[in-house]
């Protein structure tokens, strides 16, 4: 996938911004995609399927933090603001923790060509 990479912002437990004076600031890898984007999804009731199953230009990207792949971070902090390209396994959301509908595992991440 390719996007702009960016370290965003939003809230954690308990209510996950719901109410932003007990809720824990996080910082999180995101990936901001040029376009929506959806992956296959049943949903858990068919009234929540827009919550549940929604497009988003925004991937959560889990960076691993143990060989042979832990040199990622590292090697993100240097590409923030950046076009990138990552790749990786696309997953649906199944905790808040997770902060948008769909997340990234990363397993490589390099600048995008021709953006130097």
Not at 9 to 34: F, M, T
Not at 45 to 55: A, N, T, W
Not at 80 to 86: C, D, T
Request: proline share 9%; charged share 25%.
């Amino acid at each position: 996938m390719t996007g702009i990479l960016k370290i965003a912002r939003g809230y954690g437990p308990p209510g996950y911004g719901e109410d932003k004076k007990v809720d824990i600031p996080v910082s999180y890898w995101a990936l901001y995609l040029p376009m929506k984007i959806t992956i296959a999804c049943p949903p858990s009731d068919e009234k929540f399927k827009d919550i549940d199953c929604g497009e988003t230009n925004r991937l959560r990207l889990f960076l691993p933090d143990s060989p042979p792949n832990g040199e990622l971070d590292t090697q993100a902090r240097k590409l923030v603001g950046r076009k990138v390209v990552v790749t990786g396994v696309l997953q649906r959301r199944d905790a808040m923790i997770q902060m948008t509908p769909i997340y990234m595992n990363v397993l490589k991440i390099s600048e995008a060509k021709g953006t130097k």
